[in-house]
């Protein structure tokens, strides 16, 4: 089955994509599901991330570049053949999985801590979208401000029924495999 999925971006960084192809080695480390490529089937979510990356990348650079959404096919049929994981929303081992990808290598080795991504044993990872609370969580971790062990997950579950959307991440060349149909455009609104 075809799937439509939507990455949201800044200019140099769609060109890029479009032009060369997806880069693995561009992703930061400690995200969700492990150093990879993200994207959503959710097309809204996308074109909000791209503002947000674009503002970003403008800041830091000192530039005026525009957001940009790459839309890419996946092939998810293909995925038979992957070592895959997919996780539903609210469950606890999605929130303990994307705690352990935002630790420190050496944390996680210190406390034998195999659950995680860093070493891309799954080449595709399919769940929800973290809020910005996971990454405090984690970093809060990193520098034994709270203990590990005390984690509660029901803490991080958003209220109200809030959801933020799912997400696929590519961790491996044989996962790029399964995209195709490539193409980006520049953003003019922030609703579709």
């Given at each position: 089955m075809?799937l439509?999925?939507?990455?949201?971006?800044?200019?140099?960084s769609?060109?890029?994509?479009?032009?060369?192809?997806?880069?693995?080695?561009?992703?930061?480390?400690?995200?969700?599901?492990?150093?990879?490529?993200?994207?959503?089937?959710?097309?809204?979510?996308a074109?909000?991330?791209?503002f947000?990356?674009?503002?970003?990348?403008?800041r830091?650079?000192?530039?005026?570049?525009?957001?940009?959404?790459?839309?890419?096919?996946?092939e998810?049929d293909?995925y038979?053949?992957?070592?895959?994981k997919?996780?539903?929303?609210?469950?606890k081992?999605?929130?303990?999985?994307?705690?352990?990808?935002?630790?420190?290598?050496?944390?996680?080795?210190?406390?034998n801590?195999?659950?995680?991504?860093?070493?891309?044993?799954y080449?595709?990872?399919?769940?929800?979208?973290?809020?910005?609370n996971?990454?405090?969580?984690?970093?809060?971790i990193?520098n034994?401000v709270?203990?590990?062990?005390?984690?509660?997950?029901?803490?991080?579950?958003?209220?109200?029924?809030?959801f933020y959307?799912?997400?696929?991440?590519s961790?491996?060349?044989?996962?790029?495999?399964?995209?195709?149909?490539?193409?980006?455009?520049?953003i003019?609104?922030?609703?579709?």
């Open positions: 075809l439509k999925t939507y990455h949201g971006t800044n200019l140099s769609a060109f890029d994509i479009w032009i060369h192809g997806i880069n693995l080695n561009k992703s930061l480390s400690n995200l969700d599901f492990g150093k990879g490529f993200y994207v959503t089937d959710d097309k809204q979510k074109i909000n991330r791209a947000k990356k674009t503002n970003d990348y403008n830091r650079h000192h530039s005026k570049e525009s957001p940009y959404l790459v839309e890419i096919t996946i998810d293909l038979a053949n992957m070592s895959s997919f996780f539903t929303p609210r469950e081992d999605w929130f303990y999985f994307v705690i352990n990808n935002r630790l420190k290598l050496s944390y996680l080795k210190d406390h801590i195999d659950y995680h991504n860093k070493d891309n044993k080449d595709i990872v399919f769940g929800e979208i973290a809020d910005g996971i990454a405090t969580i984690a970093n809060d990193n034994n709270i203990d590990y062990s005390v984690l509660d997950f029901s803490s991080i579950i958003p209220q109200n029924g809030v959307g799912n997400q696929y991440s961790h491996t060349e044989k996962s790029l495999t399964c995209m195709q149909n490539i193409s980006c455009a520049i003019n609104s922030r609703k579709i």
